[in-house]
């Protein structure tokens, strides 16, 4: 059981390179979600999944997009990179459906991040 | 629109005194949870705890102890005989929906603790 896990943990690309951001779950979540970290900005969601095969925007979704894969996997991809995108990139789930999360240990699990530099 | 705010950037202290950490949420909902994440030097978010807005009462945990109070908006934090291993950014989060919500959470900027030997 390895939790939540990101792939790469450090990239550094050049303006107009393009990734993907790859996130597993082995816990058999349901909702998977990104966010970005930028220093004194807290954490900013980017997309979210609810559901295997639904993905809806968050607070700041411009230049990217995401791929909900299967229940596993929610990919973060960056078409074009800009220096704007300089910042560390959490993937996170939560173990039970939303209607069903109202116990005091329900939150979201965070992956380790993934640092990126764009150049 | 959700809010949080965490108005100390930094605190230093040494260690084995008691600090506590400040954290004011704005929400239209009657209905809301709340959230305290660590994040050590390494880097991985950690949870520590989640309140709902139905249930003020207090909760400890072993040195760690958290205040709601609706009349006030703030779920503040307090780390009592602190450790150097207590060094870290510490986030409060606030979600209108269980378990961080089909939105997300709402973060603070969190609050960068230091704990001096």
């Known amino acids: 059981n390895a939790g939540v896990t990101q792939t790469p943990k450090f990239q550094v690309l050049k303006t107009g390179q393009s990734m993907t951001l790859q996130c597993a779950q082995d816990?058999?979540?349901?909702?998977m979600y990104w966010y970005r970290q930028d220093p004194g900005m807290g954490l900013r969601l980017i997309y979210y999944?609810?559901?295997?095969?639904?993905?809806d925007k968050g607070e700041v979704p411009n230049g990217y997009n995401v791929s909900r894969l299967n229940k596993r996997e929610f990919s973060l991809r960056l078409e074009s990179a800009a220096p704007s995108q300089t910042s560390v990139y959490f993937c996170?789930?939560?173990?039970?459906?939303?209607?069903?999360?109202?116990?005091?240990?329900?939150?979201?699990?965070f992956g380790p991040g993934t640092r990126l530099t764009v150049l | 629109a959700q809010k949080v705010t965490q108005a100390q950037t930094e605190i230093s202290v040494v260690e084995k005194e008691d600090v506590t950490l400040d954290c004011v949420y704005e929400?239209?909902?009657?209905?809301?949870?709340l959230f305290w994440y660590k994040q050590p030097p390494s880097g991985e978010l950690v949870f520590l705890i989640r309140?709902?807005?139905?249930?003020?009462q207090n909760e400890i945990s072993g040195r760690y102890s958290w205040n709601f109070q609706k009349s006030t908006s703030s779920f503040n934090f307090t780390i009592t005989a602190s450790q150097v291993v207590d060094s870290a950014v510490y986030f409060c989060?606030?979600?209108?929906?269980?378990?961080?919500?089909?939105?997300?959470?709402?973060f603070g900027k969190g609050t960068h603790l230091i704990i001096q030997p």
């Open positions: 996170a789930s939560i173990p039970r459906p939303l209607k069903l999360a109202g116990g005091p240990t329900d939150t979201q699990y």
């Open positions: 999944s609810a559901s295997e095969g639904t993905t």
């Open positions: 816990m058999n979540h349901n909702s």
């Open positions: 929400t239209r909902d009657t209905t809301y949870y």
């Open positions: 309140r709902n807005s139905f249930d003020e």
């Open positions: 989060a606030l979600s209108e929906s269980p378990g961080g919500g089909a939105d997300g959470l709402t």
